[in-house]
């Protein structure tokens, strides 16, 4: 059975990067997308960024400038860093495995199957 | 970006009653949209995808439908461990976003 299991720092200031890494364990790495998504506390969840079936990443607009996703296949590992963090950063981050298929232009993600427990991180100086 | 909503956003509801939980999307698309259950303190979980498809090892009560800007979650009988948030998420487009969530609570 496949498992994520994720780390990373919880508690950081003001203008410093987020680091966060999730080893993915029991299951094939490179049939998947593997996405990061985040709940602020009392908030919903939003969609970070992915590494895709076909190698490359994407990432939300919103964080786009600050964001990178990054992979280690010889690990199965895929890691989420986030520069210049606020408060507004302060939240639950998820690493999630993402469920696919084939089209005849590329692939489709279709939903987040498995995901890590969540690693809480705080940015407060 | 497509925006999402749900309704209702709260709903009160007793074990056995029939939950229906609504979508609508800013644009319409065909099927790329998946239903999550959200617990305190654990991992999302994948209910739907595509829709209407059951995730592997999620009960038959619940199910999805829909397409174009509107889409439903049913749970057909409501069981005590149901009580939770659920969320819509799109998958069409880029970003994938998430609607605002449909807490779920014991009347």
């Known amino acids: 059975q496949v498992q994520l299991q994720q780390w990373g720092a919880g508690l950081l200031k003001p203008s410093e990067t987020l680091s966060l890494t999730c080893a993915v364990y029991?299951?094939?790495?490179?049939?998947?997308?593997w996405s990061w998504i985040r709940q602020p506390p009392g908030k919903g969840l939003e969609w970070i960024g992915e590494f895709n079936r076909s190698g490359s990443t994407n990432y939300n607009p919103s964080l786009k400038n600050r964001v990178t996703i990054s992979v280690d296949t010889s690990n199965n590992q895929f890691s989420l860093k986030l520069s210049s963090v606020t408060a507004a950063d302060t939240a639950a981050y998820y690493c999630a495995r993402g469920l696919s298929i084939t089209l005849v232009r590329g692939t489709k993600l279709l939903g987040m199957d498995v995901w890590g427990k969540g690693t809480t991180v705080t940015v407060s100086s | 970006d497509i925006q999402l909503t749900q309704s209702p956003s709260f709903l009160s509801a007793s074990v056995g009653d029939r939950v229906t939980i609504t979508c609508r999307a800013s644009q319409g698309f065909s099927s790329y949209l998946a239903w999550y259950q959200l617990k305190p303190g654990k991992a999302p979980k994948l209910l739907i995808y595509s829709a209407s498809t059951l995730q592997s090892g999620v009960p038959s009560r619940f199910s999805g439908s829909g397409s174009g800007t509107e889409f439903t979650l049913t749970i057909s009988s409501l069981q005590p461990e149901d009580f939770a948030t659920y969320y819509c998420q799109q998958l069409n487009s880029y970003p994938p976003t998430f609607g605002p969530g449909t807490k779920v609570d014991i009347e």
């Open positions: 029991g299951g094939s790495f490179s049939i998947y997308y």
